[in-house]
């Protein structure tokens, strides 16, 4: 029998069930979602549906968990949910998982992002992410990295919650290749969508505050304007709209992409935001692990400075030492 899975054209021996596929595949049920024909089939169902002649399959992996205890005096909440770390990070670009572990338990965050990928079919014994990273430490936020219509964005959260569970979730529709923008009417198609389907939608968006409002309004848990572009480094380079968007909302907002170095963490802190999320910045740094302690204290430091509130900035000299008494 021929069928496609994963993109591929494989044989396999006649009619069986996806949970016997899954089986001959070699590959832990419990730790992926399969989508049959543009539809995703329940884990509770996998023992009786049937694969037939041509269908094709989707099978991904992603599991996600976790709580950590929240500090009383000062944290976020987003859809509900409280956290006390403001940094979040993502879980790409690092050499290996090992790495991955230990600049996730530096950098002290307690969300990270996690694409949702195709399952390698050659080698399905090959690590994943959650045998480094524990999804009962850590929150996982699945994402839309790569995603450049509303369409792909809906289908791949979908296959996510079925893998992991989980219904907060982190939304990105990408413009174009070479800046990596955000196409908000895709992106305001695809919160719309989300949300009635029971989504709780953190939205990657453009600077923008009217956009970010409308996004609020249609249900959104949290905006996350970029700060630059995507894995640029170029750091905060409108903070006057970022001030702006986080005036305008109500729901917790994050600088998210852009973010180069820890200076530029504790800017995006000292203008009000609640929270932090890279990725590039501390995987690409020379030494991942050490710039991941150095964003964790920038967004402590920042936000300590936004909480004690700056002096005013004068035109002219003024002594802090007395002027009473002078020899």
């Not at 089986?23 to 694969?51: C, F, H, M």
């Not at 070479?178 to 196409?183: A, Q, R």
């Not at 249609?218 to 968007?245: D, E, K, Q, T, W």
Request: hydrophobic content about 45%; some cysteine; aromatic content about 6%.
């Amino acid at each position: 029998m021929e069928i496609f899975i994963n993109g591929e054209q494989r044989t396999v021996s006649g009619p069986m069930s996806v949970e016997a596929l899954l089986g001959e595949l070699g590959i832990d049920p419990r730790k992926v979602a399969v989508e049959r024909n543009l539809e995703i089939v329940p884990k509770s169902t996998y023992d009786a549906v049937a694969v037939g002649e041509g269908d094709r399959l989707e099978i991904v992996h992603f599991i996600g968990g976790g709580a950590t205890d929240v500090a009383e005096d000062d944290f976020f909440e987003v859809a509900g949910r409280k956290f006390s770390s403001r940094l979040l990070v993502g879980t790409g670009k690092y050499k290996d998982f090992e790495e991955t572990a230990r600049a996730i338990a530096a950098s002290g965050a307690e969300i990270v992002t996690v694409a949702v990928r195709r399952v390698n079919l050659s080698d399905p014994s090959q690590p994943m992410l959650v045998d480094y990273v524990s999804p009962k430490t850590y929150t996982f936020l699945p994402n839309t990295a790569g995603c450049y219509t509303a369409d792909e964005a809906v289908r791949t959260l979908r296959l996510a919650r079925e893998a992991g569970g989980w219904d907060l979730v982190k939304l990105e529709v990408l413009g174009d290749q070479k800046t990596l923008y955000p196409n908000m009417p895709e992106t305001l198609a695809a919160a719309e969508a989300l949300i009635r389907d029971g989504f709780k939608v953190m939205v990657y968006c453009s600077d923008d505050p009217i956009q970010a409002k409308r996004l609020e309004d249609m249900g959104c848990v949290a905006i996350m304007p970029l700060g630059s572009l995507i894995g640029s480094g170029l750091g905060i380079m409108n903070p006057i709209n970022i001030r702006l968007i986080k005036e305008s909302v109500a729901v917790p907002v994050l600088v998210d992409a852009g973010v180069g170095t820890a200076s530029d963490a504790a800017v995006a802190m000292e203008l009000g935001c609640d929270g932090v999320l890279m990725n590039t910045a501390i995987a690409a740094a020379r030494d991942p692990i050490r710039m991941a302690r150095a964003m964790k204290l920038a967004v402590e430091a920042g936000r300590l400075s936004y909480q004690a509130g700056r002096m005013p900035k004068k035109l002219y000299a003024d002594p802090s030492s007395p002027l009473a008494g002078l020899i």
